[in-house]
Each structure stands twice: as structure tokens, then as C-alpha cells.
């Protein structure tokens, strides 16, 4: 079941090479602003066919017509070496170009309807997609469509639905044709190796995406070239399980053996350099269940796990999931490659999620099917229609305004009553703009309506994910700063109530100033009131309350599509921007400065380590928040993989959903902060991604280290 790992230990010489090449040359890497679908040709070339494509009778159908205009004339982009292809096109624009492409963004600014709430962000079908390629999912709508009764006016909107998918599968199909054409053209010039190389890769672009994929190669390019096309944020769930039979069945035929296998997956993985906008994250995840609920553990979890040592890069964001029956053995492997300072993978607790996840409704198939759409957020796999991190609250903000405006004789049950009110007031609103939004999007449509192929139940019930067809529709607010809010009202709990030290209008002062002339209040705040991250039982009570107060807010809502609303808990990076807009708070917390980056205890305050710390969030059953969570956790890079791995083992048998690891020394992170040319390669974990710790603001990279300070 495990590879030979003696002869993958080091990653191919073309793999270097690629690696090499798009850190060099990579605008997703060289310049952190870029996002591929502002940078690329897609907006110039769906812009211009949105304006060529005016005699569409509907919003929708023009919006396919315009997608369709974008993928047929998107030219290929064929790096020398790579086995698997598909990237955005960013060679420079013509002079001509340059100013249509101006006119362009003011016309999609002012003419073009706008994206509403949370694009992209799951994961779709991919067993349906190589099982039938895209020629079997225009076979299936065109049968659809045929079936609909045209003189019948009640089924136009799902003959539009239909219509609008085959529009755009036409167009990947064509993408791919020019993809087969761009190597035959290639090869030409080529020597006599690099021909040969092109060749079979037309080949594989001849069948794929197309039709169904036959090897592990063609699964793996179909899966890429149909990603790709979206220009969007997309998971790519669970392939250790659906690539397998690919793999077993090449590797048993003679076509393939461990190395080249590996190769491919490297390759796959370094696609995500050049499809992945700055600071965001997409990957897939390994290892847990499947959806029967029987353990994965094979020969692919092992293979994209050693990906990730090979190209040692922030995405894709791999998750690992454990379960009770995961082996020792691999969760020693992981622990290495997390020592290795990769920042990835993140560890999940399957089982934890999938019993939330079934006691929100979902089925026992697809609880055992989820994936992290992006970063911590859960949603199943080929049948979402889940909006997540839409909205963002900042909870601390609410607090502090709640708590500056309050009386100074209110009461302890009084101000969490007064701050209860004011989160409740503020989710209405939000979550009034959420389903206006919704609405918005059944009109006119925000994701490409060909992904809609690939979730059910859209084609049953002949409506896009948009519309509301797919399955599931729970929208996952994020909230910000929870944990901040948590320490405010333990700090406020033992120094006005208890210990009567200080009172309401002195605290309220002291934040006025941002604790200048108050250092005295603000040292007894951060060295001798017990904090949440000490696994004590009031603030482990306090954090459950917290917990609760928010879930139960969101379970007064039902969304437009008439799904529930259920939060998550994790920052992404929107701890530092919220941050900067947040006044001082009574956790001693300065002006400005970021907020808690996820789940666990704010800045150190975890001081008694990961143990305490893990044991501390799990008090508030992070696992119900499947909007996400994120705990990070620090240790020193001396810290034995064993010592790693019962860590993860103990975490498992939590309530808590997701771990991450930053194993690196506060020295090195100072170090390279002040030398960035000698670190360029330093990959830290933030709110739920990974990035480049010299390419981030130095405000995020302040709060990395300030995370890791203490270890």
C-alpha cells in the first residue's frame, strides 16, 4: 500500500526545473497583488464576448455565451517540461490592448452584473467528470433540454439552465483542442525528447477533458484543464480516492510505475503556483473517510503527501484528515513534513466533522465526503451550493462599541445580555444583505453555470447552484476576533466584578487612550489574570457561552434558498485588515492591532502550551462551527515527530476540527523579517492558508511572530 519512499525522496530533475521557473517567473508568486483573473487575458476576453454576445435572450445566456467567447479564444500556455498544463495566459498586452483592456474594466465595472455574495469556494463531482468527460455531460443536459416541453412557458428557465451549461462545455472543449493544437506546434521545433514529450501530451489533450479519462495521467489533466477554466477557487476534494483506480490499474498494467506517478502528482501540484491568486488558498484534501465511511489510507495519500515536500510551495492547501484508525507510521510521516517547515498539511478530525455535519442535516454519504472549499470552511463534495465567508463580522468591534456606550453600574449578566443584543442586531442586517444577495444571483447568475453540471442535484431539478439546485445551501458566515471577545469578558469578569479593581468608566478610559497612562492595567491584563488557552474551567465556561450565544443567534435565520445559516470561526487574513479599524478591547489589546488569527487563545495567552491550548478550544466544540476554524499551534523545530503525532493523536479524540503548525523559531522569523533575500523560501501558516513570510505586510508577518513568541 505505501510507496517505495527510498526512491521518491528527492524530487525529479524536471520538477526542480518547473519549480524554478515559476517562482521566477510566476506573477502569482513575483507580484503578491495579482490575481489570475485581473491579471490574465479572461476579463479582456470575457468582456469583449459579453459585448459581442448582445442577441443572448437572457442575463444568464449571455454570461454563457461570453464564457464560451473566453475559453475558445484563450491561447494555450505550454511550459517547456510540464507534464500537466493548464495556466492563465500573462504575457503583456499590445498597446491596443492596453487601452480596449481600460474601456474593458470600466464596461465590466459599469455594464456587466455584478458577482453577488461568495463565488467559487467547493468542490465539485469530479468521479462524474472523468467517468463521462465533458461530451457525457453535454449528452446528459441535451437530453434534458429535449425532454422540456418548449411550448410549455414554466419550463424556460430550466431549458436556460441547460442551454447556458452546453454553451460553456462547448467552450472547454475547444480550449482543450487549442491546448492539443499549441504542443503539435510546439513539438515541431522542438528536439527529438521535448517532441516526443509534446506529442503525448497532445495526445492526452486530445482525449481530455473531452471524453473519459483512461489513465491516471488523463484523470489528472481532465481534472486540471476543467479547474482552470473557471479562473476561480475551486477544491479539488478528495483525490487519493478518486484517482485510485486510475493509478492501481496503470501501475498493474506496466503504463506507470511509483516514480512517474509521482511526478505527475508533482506536477498537478505545481499548477496551483500560477492558478492560485495572491494570498488565497485552494487545494484538496486526503486521508479521513470515504463515503461509505471506510478509512483511506493508500498509495495515493502517501503520493500527495510527498508532493508536498517535492515543491514545497503555499498551495495547494492540503488537509489530512485522521480518524482513530489512521496508522502510526503515516502520522509520523506528517509530522516530519511538518518539522520540514512546509506549512502544510493542515490535520483535520474526520470523524469530529462528520458528526457535526450530520447533525446539520446532511446525509451520512456526504458528511463523510466534505472537503475545506478554500481554507478551514467545510462544505460536501458534488453537491454544494454552501456560501461561505459571507459574511465577515467582526465580533470585537461590536463588543467595543457595545461596551463604550453601556452604563457604568450594568451588571456582568446585564453587559453579555447588552453585547448579545447588539451581535443579534448586527446579524440581521447582514444577513438580510446575504439573502438579497441570493436573490440577486437567481436573476442573473454569478459563477460560470457549467459547474453546475458537476453538483447535484442542479440537473434533476434543472436549476444552477446559483438558483438554489444544488443540494445543500447553507450560507457560513465567518466570525472575527471571537476569541478576543471571549478574553474581554473574562478580563472583565475577574478585574470589575470579582477582584473590583477597576471599575466600568476607568476601563472604558483606559481604552479611550489605548492604555497610554494605563500600562499599569494594561500589565495586570496580560500577566496576571488567568486566560483563556489555560484550560481553566471559567474560561473554558465562559468560551462555551460565547460559543453558544453565536450559534444560537444563526439559528434564527432561514436564507433566501431556505437553508440554514451556520458560522464559522477562523480569520483567513482579515484578522490584521479588521484589526486596524478596531479600537483598544479589555483583553489588552492595543488599537490597530490584528485580532485572534483563528479559534485559539488571542496572542500569547496560550503560555502553558499546545496541550492546554488544544484543550482550552475544544472546551467550545469548535467542530459545530463548520463555517471553519483553525487552530494554530507553535512548537520548537526539536520537538520529535513522536511527540507530534500524539499531539495529533489527543486532538482526535476532541471536539475540535482543525490543527495547524508553524515550526519555526521566532529568531529565524526576526531574522528574516530584517534579511528577506536570505529567507525567501520561509513558509508560515496564517489564518487558515499559507504563504511567503517575506511576501506578506509586515503587519501580518508582526503577528506571526507574535504567535510565535514563547515557544
Known amino acids: 500500500m505505501k510507496p517505495d519512499l527510498s526512491k521518491l525522496s528527492i524530487a525529479s530533475e524536471r520538477v526542480k526545473k518547473l519549480r524554478e521557473y515559476y517562482l ?13 483573473w485581473k491579471c490574465s487575458h479572461s476579463l479582456y476576453l470575457y468582456t469583449e464576448g459579453w459585448l459581442n454576445c448582445a442577441y443572448a435572450q437572457t442575463v444568464k445566456l449571455r454570461r454563457a455565451e461570453a464564457e ?46 455584478p458577482a453577488r455574495g461568495r463565488a467559487d469556494h467547493m468542490a465539485l463531482d469530479y468521479p462524474k467528470l472523468l467517468n463521462l468527460g465533458v461530451e457525457g455531460l453535454i449528452t446528459e443536459l441535451k437530453t434534458a433540454r429535449d425532454q422540456l416541453d418548449i411550448r410549455d412557458g414554466t419550463t424556460a428557465e430550466k431549458y436556460e439552465f441547460f442551454q447556458s451549461c452546453i454553451i460553456e462545455l462547448e467552450g472547454v472543449i475547444t480550449l482543450a483542442e487549442n491546448y492539443a493544437a499549441e504542443a503539435r506546434r510546439l513539438s515541431e521545433s522542438a528536439d527529438e525528447s521535448e517532441k516526443q514529450e509534446l506529442l503525448e501530451l497532445a495526445t492526452v489533450l486530445d482525449r481530455v477533458p473531452a471524453k473519459p479519462a483512461r489513465t491516471f495521467r488523463e484523470a489528472l489533466q481532465s481534472i486540471q484543464l476543467f479547474l482552470y477554466s473557471l479562473y476561480g477557487i475551486y477544491s479539488a476534494g478528495r483525490p487519493d480516492q478518486y484517482l485510485l483506480s486510475y493509478y492501481r490499474r496503470d501501475i498493474e498494467s506496466g503504463i506507470l510505475d511509483e516514480e ?14 500560477n492558478n492560485m491568486s495572491a494570498w488565497a488558498a485552494a487545494g484538496f484534501m486526503i486521508g479521513g473517510r470515504d463515503p461509505e465511511g471506510k478509512a483511506v489510507e493508500n498509495e495515493l495519500t502517501w503520493h500527495f503527501l510527498i508532493a508536498i515536500a517535492h515543491t514545497h510551495i503555499p498551495d495547494p492547501n492540503v488537509g489530512f484528515c485522521v480518524t482513530k484508525e489512521t496508522s502510526d507510521e503515516i502520522l509520523e510521516f506528517v509530522a516530519d513534513i511538518l518539522k520540514s517547515g512546509h506549512g502544510n498539511p493542515q490535520v483535520w478530525n474526520n470523524d469530529a466533522v462528520t458528526a457535526s455535519m450530520l447533525k446539520n442535516g446532511y446525509e451520512p454519504h456526504d458528511a463523510n465526503n466534505f472537503t475545506h472549499s478554500t481554507c478551514a470552511e467545510i462544505t460536501p463534495i458534488g453537491c454544494s451550493g454552501v456560501s461561505i465567508t459571507s459574511p465577515y463580522i467582526n465580533m470585537l468591534k461590536i463588543f467595543t462599541d457595545m461596551f463604550m456606550s453601556c452604563p457604568d453600574d450594568i451588571g ?13 442586531d448586527w446579524c440581521d442586517n447582514e444577513m438580510l444583505n446575504e439573502n438579497l444577495w441570493q436573490l440577486e444571483r437567481s436573476r442573473n447568475g454569478t459563477d460560470p453555470a457549467r459547474i453546475s453540471s458537476l453538483v ?20 457560513e458566515p465567518n466570525m472575527l476576533g471571537m476569541t478576543n471577545v471571549i478574553e474581554s469578558f473574562n478580563v472583565l469578569s475577574e478585574l470589575v466584578y470579582e477582584h473590583k479593581s477597576v471599575s466600568l468608566s476607568e476601563f472604558k478610559k483606559a481604552l479611550a487612550d489605548n492604555y497610554e497612562g494605563h500600562e499599569e492595567l494594561r500589565s495586570t491584563i496580560i500577566n496576571r489574570v488567568e486566560h483563556f488557552g489555560s484550560c481553566a474551567e471559567k474560561t473554558n465556561r465562559l468560551a462555551k457561552r460565547v460559543s453558544d450565544m453565536v450559534l444560537e443567534t444563526f439559528e434564527r435565520y432561514k436564507t433566501f434558498r431556505g437553508a440554514r445559516v451556520i458560522p464559522g470561526a477562523f480569520s483567513y487574513r482579515d484578522h490584521e485588515s479588521n484589526g486596524r479599524n478596531t479600537m483598544a478591547s479589555p483583553d489588552g489589546r492595543l488599537a490597530g492591532m490584528p485580532l485572534a488569527s483563528g479559534s485559539d487563545p488571542v496572542q500569547g495567552y496560550d503560555r502553558l502550551g499546545p496541550t492546554m491550548s488544544l484543550c482550552s478550544s475544544a472546551a467550545w466544540q469548535p467542530a459545530r462551527f463548520l463555517g471553519g476554524t483553525t487552530q494554530n499551534i507553535k512548537l520548537n523545530k526539536n520537538t520529535p515527530s513522536a511527540a507530534i503525532s500524539e499531539l495529533i493523536r489527543g486532538f482526535i479524540k476532541t471536539d475540535d476540527a482543525q490543527m495547524q503548525f508553524n515550526i519555526v523559531s521566532p529568531d529565524e522569523l526576526i531574522d528574516a523579517q530584517q534579511n528577506p533575500e536570505r529567507h525567501g523560501d520561509l513558509i508560515v501558516r496564517i489564518g487558515g492558508y499559507s504563504d511567503y513570510f517575506t511576501r506578506i505586510p509586515k503587519s501580518l508577518q508582526d503577528d506571526v511572530i507574535s504567535r510565535s513568541i514563547g515557544e
Open 456 to 475: 447535484g442535484d442542479c440537473i434533476a431539478r434543472g436549476k444552477s447552484s446559483d438558483a438554489g439546485g444544488a443540494k445543500y445551501n447553507f450560507i
Open 412 to 424: 456582568f449578566e446585564e453587559l453579555f445580555a447588552r453585547y448579545t443584543k447588539a451581535f443579534g
Open 68 to 113: 464560451r467567447y473566453m475559453l475558445e479564444r484563450t491561447k494555450p500556455v505550454i511550459i517547456p517540461g510540464e507534464l500537466i498544463v493548464g495556466q492563465p495566459d500573462f504575457s503583456p498586452f499590445t498597446d491596443e490592448e492596453t487601452e480596449k483592456f481600460k474601456h474593458y474594466c470600466d464596461l465590466s465595472y459599469h455594464a456587466i452584473p
Open 24 to 36: 521566477k517567473n510566476s506573477p502569482m508568486v513575483v507580484n503578491r497583488e495579482l490575481v489570475p
Open 260 to 273: 512517474s506517478a509521482q511526478e505527475l502528482i508533482d506536477c498537478f501540484c505545481l499548477q496551483y503556483m
